[in-house]
């Protein structure tokens, strides 16, 4: 059974940081494109950055570009997302993502697993 486990959420005030951190089981996490998106309340879920299987590619929304990093490390079967100088409007929840496919893809439906999310609130 795959299982992603998000943790590493929380409240930070506007120009703070976290760490995200997503573990995943049940697969052969190596083999898997892994990716983050965030859903607001009556949004649709959006794509934020995505890592390719050796972690040598990232692909960044335009409205994290600079500030967000995704990282991975196969041998802990971990996909990290570090936030800098966070805002406001990044208050949501954020998902982890893993797909078999070969590129990076930013459309949700291509995404095989996904993860409970963890709620990122930045008080301004």
């Known amino acids: 059974q795959v299982q992603l486990v998000e943790s590493g959420g929380g409240l930070v005030q506007a120009g703070g940081s976290l760490r995200l951190s997503c573990a995943a089981s049940?697969?052969?996490?190596?083999?898997?494109?892994m990716g983050w998106f965030r859903q607001a309340p009556g949004k649709e879920r959006e794509f934020v950055t995505g890592i390719t299987r050796s972690g040598s590619s990232t692909y960044y929304a335009d409205s994290v570009k600079c500030r967000f990093t995704i990282s991975r490390d196969n041998a802990k079967n971990t996909v990290y997302l570090q936030m800098n100088s966070l805002k406001p409007e990044d208050t949501t929840v954020y998902y982890c993502a893993a797909t078999f496919r070969s590129v990076v893809p930013s459309t949700e439906r291509l995404y095989d697993y996904w993860g409970q999310g963890t709620q990122v609130t930045v008080s301004s």
């Open positions: 049940g697969l052969t996490f190596s083999n898997y494109v």
